[in-house]
């Protein structure tokens, strides 16, 4: 976390005073080096520290800053739009959460998992003491213990999480933030006020449409943190998913009205404020499920030993089809029109049956026990040994379910 907000704070920096575009180019690889430090960091970090009955409300937090920095950003570029100097001030600006993640992580303390990994017993046990406010954390202790010395025997974890056993762990780490971006949700957070534009709205109306987006985003986000360890994952998952297929159909149907397959046409104020309204139903079910999701599933299902690579998977995967599907968004908006909303639709439906059948509920379940859930999955059971399993109860509930 220090590493990578120390670099994007140069970043920023070099962002707001550049005089050609060389600089501009370096400044957003510095940015991109410090966004994914803090994406692989602060999940896990959150997902070790946290008890394992508000671990989701609280990773989701990862997921709120980032819901209130793009609100925040919109606020920004609608205030300096119409200065010539404006555009400085939307990327110099980034220097603001630059210093705050920097400073901030001096005063963090390591997880119990990194210090015993380091081999301070007594001092992991007194940190995990400290965070869960009692002295009765032997059995979590334990199961600390239990990991680490599960994580000290691979060689390796980029070899290890390639191996069968970790074969459940490999496909939510990759599908989860695939399925993420063919959402569609950054080619709509990205390209709002020029979506906006297309349908009618003026320059300053776009800008404020796109404000309005991430009003609902940070709003449905919170409704997650409250909602997430009550519901459970897989809830917010499926009715997300429903609630976004119904919204592109309709924004299909509403652009296709309109515009007609030759993309030719002009929408009514009428039509136009309708679908600002869909698009902002859809913002909302991504920002209780998918968004928030995205990272919290991952960051929490991994063992030790494969942990850190399970969420550098993650976030290199998440990062790769953002760039893509960023890059190719307004070509497939020219070329598909309102089919451009059908096709993502299409790819909800498959990552909602995704997960009504392979993604097992994970609330209140300790990090370090996830293995026990794992093994009683109906298809990736067949996957996890008994001896990965930890937890004092653990053996003793796989012989049960399997009796």
């Known amino acids: 976390m220090l590493f990578g907000g120390i670099v994007f704070l140069a970043g920023a920096i070099l962002n707001g005073v550049a ?15 410090g966004v994914g430090f803090a994406n692989q960091s602060v999940p896990l970090y959150l997902s070790e520290m946290a008890p394992s009955q508000l671990r989701g409300a609280l990773n989701i937090g990862f997921q709120m800053a980032i819901t209130i920095g793009i609100l925040v950003a919109g606020l920004i570029n609608f205030t300096f739009a119409s200065k010539d100097w404006g555009w400085r001030a939307s990327l110099g600006l980034a220097a603001v959460p630059a210093i705050m993640i920097t400073v901030g992580s001096i005063f963090l303390p390591d997880t119990p998992n990194s210090i015993l990994a380091r081999g301070n017993t007594e001092k992991a046990r007194e ?40 074969r459940p762990h490999l496909a939510i780490c990759f599908l989860v933030p695939f399925f ?44 997650s ?10 809830a917010l998952f499926l009715e997300g998913g429903i609630q976004m297929i119904v919204s592109q159909v309709l924004v299909a149907v509403m652009i296709a009205k309109a515009f007609g397959s030759a993309g030719v046409g002009v929408m009514s104020k009428a039509d136009s404020l309708l679908v600002l309204i869909l698009i902002c139903f859809y913002v909302a079910a991504f920002a209780w ?14 063992p030790l030993e494969i942990r850190s690579a399970g969420q550098a998977i993650n976030v290199a995967v998440n990062m790769a089809f953002t760039f893509i599907i960023g890059q190719f968004f307004l070509t497939m908006l020219c070329h598909m029109k309102f089919g451009l909303f059908l096709f993502f639709a299409c790819w909800v439906v498959v990552m909602t049956l995704f997960i009504y059948f392979f993604l097992p509920e994970t609330k209140n379940v300790p990090i370090e026990e996830m293995n026990n859930v794992w093994r009683k999955h109906w298809f990736w059971g067949q996957y996890i040994p008994d001896d990965a399993v930890i937890g004092t109860a653990s053996s003793t509930k796989i012989k049960d379910m399997e009796a």
């Open 127 to 166: 940190m995990l003491k400290k965070i869960r406010g009692t002295d009765n954390v032997d059995e979590e202790f334990q199961d600390l213990i239990d990991a680490t010395h599960a994580a000290m025997r691979v060689d390796g974890q980029w070899s290890t999480i390639l191996k069968p056993e970790y």
């Open 180 to 223: 993420q971006q063919f959402t569609g949700i950054n080619v709509i957070m990205f390209y709002a006020p020029v979506l906006f534009k297309t349908l009618g709205f003026g320059d300053d109306a776009s800008l404020m449409s796109a404000v309005i987006t991430g009003l609902v985003n940070v709003f449905a986000t919170f409704i």
């Open 289 to 302: 499920s998918w968004g928030p999701l995205g990272w919290l599933v991952p960051s929490e299902i991994c």
């Open 19 to 33: 005089v050609d575009v060389a600089m501009l180019i370096v400044g957003r690889l510095l940015l991109g080096v």
């Open 225 to 234: 943190i409250l909602a997430v360890d009550r519901l459970g994952r897989r």
